[in-house]
């Protein structure tokens, strides 16, 4: 199956700061989901993002499918942004493409 | 509240017992799903359902038995529960368009802890 890996494992910011997560796959996508799993555990749809440049508030993301890598930056942090970040796509290989395959994640931790 | 649900939020039982987790959503989805979220927040896919069809089985004990009487609903039963078993288990569903899908959403999970 399609291998996911998330980097960094874990980060550190200051309230305010920017950052840029990365998520790089081994197969061909046609599903790209980023999601935010808050300190209380709840998991949030962030971007449904199989290729191109979205942008929602301080958060974007970018997939480019042809180098098999995503990108999810986050401006000017606040606390509420920590928590752990995750990447999950879904191979053209899949008979169904809402198979999600999940990365082992971002710890993002925002001081204030 | 339009949503994904599932109950109970906490269940604590003893090795040997047989559990249920129950999900409802009233997103309109045809597709329900099962996941589980080990010590170490690993997710992985155990079941998927398309309109009350299993659509994936992943590698899961057949120990762990889903259920969907409904598209809207997609229970989980577990057999003669162990100690690795305990995790938190969501829920979730999708409108599946076969290679792509539209508006993915989880459940608050259900945290299991076996004794």
């Known amino acids: 199956g399609i291998q996911v890996e998330q980097s960094p494992p874990d980060l550190i910011l200051q309230e305010g700061a920017n950052s840029t997560l990365r998520c790089n796959f081994s197969?061909?996508?046609?599903?790209l989901q980023w999601f935010h799993q808050n300190p209380w555990g709840q998991l949030i749809n962030l971007f449904y993002?199989?290729?191109g440049t979205k942008q929602n508030g301080r958060l974007s993301a970018t997939t480019v499918a042809t180098e098999r890598y995503s990108l999810l930056y986050i401006s000017s942090s606040q606390t509420t942004d920590s928590g752990v970040y995750f990447c999950?796509?879904?191979?053209?290989?899949?008979?169904?493409?809402?198979?999600?395959?999940f990365g082992e994640g971002t710890q993002l931790t925002v001081n204030p | 509240d339009t949503a994904v649900s599932q109950t109970p939020k906490y269940l604590v039982t003893q090795m040997g017992n047989d559990k249920s987790i129950k999900c409802e959503q009233n997103?309109?989805?045809?597709?329900m799903y099962w996941y589980k979220q080990d010590s170490k927040k690993f997710l992985k896919i155990m079941f998927s359902?398309?309109?009350?069809?299993?659509?994936i089985n992943e590698t899961v004990p057949n120990r762990f038995s889903p259920k969907s009487p409904d598209k809207a609903h997609l229970n989980l039963h577990i057999n003669s529960l162990e100690l690795g078993d305990s995790a938190v288990y969501f829920c979730?569903?999708?409108?599946?368009?076969?290679?792509?899908?539209?508006?993915?959403?989880f459940g608050s999970g259900t945290r299991l802890t076996v004794v």
């Open positions: 997103l309109g989805h045809d597709t």
């Open positions: 979730a569903s999708s409108q599946d368009l076969g290679q792509r899908y539209y508006g993915y959403t």
């Open positions: 359902y398309n309109n009350k069809e299993l659509i």
């Open positions: 197969d061909s996508v046609n599903n």
């Open positions: 999950a796509p879904s191979s053209v290989g899949e008979t169904s493409g809402s198979r999600l395959t």
């Open positions: 993002i199989p290729s």
